[in-house]
Every structure is written in C-alpha cells, then in structure tokens.
Nanobody, 128 residues
Framework: VQLVESGGGLVQPGGSLRLSCAPS????????MLWLRQSPGKGLEWIAG????????DYLPSVLGRFVISRDNAKNTLDLQMNDLKPEDTGVYYC??????????????????????WGQGTQVIVSS
C-alpha cells in the first residue's frame, strides 16, 4: 500500500495550491479518504473528507469555502484544491484512508489507529 502526496510548497497569503495524492496497492474506490494537517506546535487536525463514491464531502469549518476535496476513482487520484491560503494553513498535509467500507465521518477527535493507510506528507508554507 502506498499513498504519495505532492503539490506542497511555499505560497504567499491569498495564494493557491493544489495537493495531490496517488494511492496504490488497495481498492481505492471502497475507501473514504481524508486530508489531515500537522501545524507547527499543534496536533494532527482533520481538514477534509470525501466518501468512497466522491459525492459527499465534509470540511473543517475554517477551510470551508476555501478548500475543495475531490477524487477520481477511475484514475486513482485524490486532490485538495486550497485557495485563499492563510498563514495558519501552514503545516504538513497527509492523505489518509478511513477503514474500508466505513461511511465518511467527521473527525473532531481521533487516534492514528483510526486510519489504516497514510501518505508521507507534503509541506505547505504560507508566508509573505
């Protein structure tokens, strides 16, 4: 199993970035997918989720309206379009899976064991 993130970088406040995740080695289309963020001095935070079919999404309130999560099950890709980025969006972004066939959940609190597969993370820095 592999989840490979890409697309991170340095961007000015108000700018945009598109993160991508390339999953392999498991039945991607049967897993709800999530993006998590590890910000400096903070714990891991759930940012966004999308169900297995791609027709239901959910967002952390602070990113709602700025971030868009999407997936293409035919191409095995997961994306996170991030617009109007703010310094507080700085962090390492991880692509992770829920357990197979579990309905999309909103993760206010979680343990790392709640997510079976993880990417290596991609760094996003929002700074002028």
């Amino acid at each position: 199993v592999q989840l490979v993130e890409s697309g991170g970088g340095l961007v000015q406040p108000g700018g945009s970035l598109r993160l991508s995740c390339a999953p392999s080695g498991f039945s991607f289309s049967t897993y709800a997918m999530l993006w998590l963020r590890q910000s400096p001095g903070k714990g891991l935070e759930w940012i966004a989720g999308i169900n297995a079919n791609g027709d239901v999404t959910d967002y952390l309130p602070s990113v709602l309206g700025r971030f868009v999560i999407s997936r293409d099950n035919a191409k095995n890709t997961l994306d996170l379009q991030m617009n109007d980025l703010k310094p507080e969006d700085t962090g390492v972004y991880y692509c992770v899976t829920q357990w197979a066939d579990l309905s999309l959940m909103t993760w206010v609190k979680f343990d790392k064991n709640d997510f079976p597969y993880w990417g290596q993370g991609t760094q996003v820095i929002v700074s002028s």
